[in-house]
């Protein structure tokens, strides 16, 4: 049973829309993550948080912003997509060891 | 920058036979060691970990080995089954912080 929910899990949108990704664990972890997944396989990390209004940007630039108003909850903010934001987009968290992922959020901007 | 590196990038065995995957990791600070498998449609799922003062873990069919001085750890599978078809990742915990730098990824396929 998944302890991270992303909603939604596909999304189809046109371009310069404004969609913010949903993200949030039960588990009471501070660490929180945001990473892309290309169809190469390979994971970005985009944003970071590890803790209530803590956030950072990752390796890989990103246009996305991100919030951290509660310790549950990371959503993820596109203001205007574009088709380059198609992607998977994978939230994780961590307590003391390795990640807990989420299902990821299927992106495509049309 | 540190970086892991993971080979094969694709492997195909048959079932029964074993699958070996390779990581090299860069940061000397690294002591803590995970590998993923994500399945179509699902994120990374934790499978098996290993930190730096141990040299093998294993877990049923999964094994780890962790060799610190020449900063390789290796993934094995056994007997495996075709429900073992997914794509691995294996990871290094960056030194120093709660960031994991992750290798791109090895696409399993256990051929019936």
């Known amino acids: 049973e998944a302890d991270i929910y992303q909603t939604p899990r596909y999304l189809v949108i046109g371009t310069g829309k404004k969609i913010t990704l949903e993200c949030s664990q039960t588990m009471g972890h501070d660490k929180m993550y945001w990473y892309q997944q290309d169809p190469g396989m390979e994971l970005h990390l985009i944003h970071y948080?590890?803790?209530?209004?803590?956030?950072e940007k990752g390796d890989l630039s990103s246009e996305s912003t991100v919030s951290r108003i509660r310790t549950e909850h990371f959503p993820l903010t596109l203001e205007s997509a574009r088709p380059s934001h198609t992607s998977q987009y994978l939230c994780?968290?961590?307590?003391?060891?390795?990640?807990?992922f989420g299902s990821g959020t299927r992106l495509t901007v049309v | 920058g540190e970086n892991v590196e993971q080979h094969p990038s694709t492997l195909s065995v048959q079932e029964g036979d074993s699958a070996v995957i390779k990581c090299t990791y860069s940061?000397?600070?690294?002591?803590?060691f995970p590998w993923y498998k994500q399945e179509l449609g699902k994120g990374p799922q934790l499978i098996i970990d290993?930190?730096?003062?141990?040299g093998e873990k294993k877990d049923q069919r999964i094994a780890v080995t962790l060799n610190k001085t020449a900063k390789h750890f290796s993934l094995h599978i056994t007997e495996t089954q075709p429900e073992d078809s997914a794509v691995y990742f294996c990871?290094?915990?960056?030194?120093?912080?709660?960031?994991?730098?992750f290798g791109t990824g090895t696409r399993l396929k256990v051929l019936a």
């Open positions: 990871a290094a915990l960056k030194g120093g912080t709660y960031k994991y730098i």
């Open positions: 940061d000397s600070a690294s002591n803590y």
């Open positions: 994780a968290s961590t307590g003391y060891e390795g990640y807990t």
């Open positions: 948080s590890y803790g209530v209004n803590s956030t």
């Open positions: 290993i930190r730096s003062n141990v």
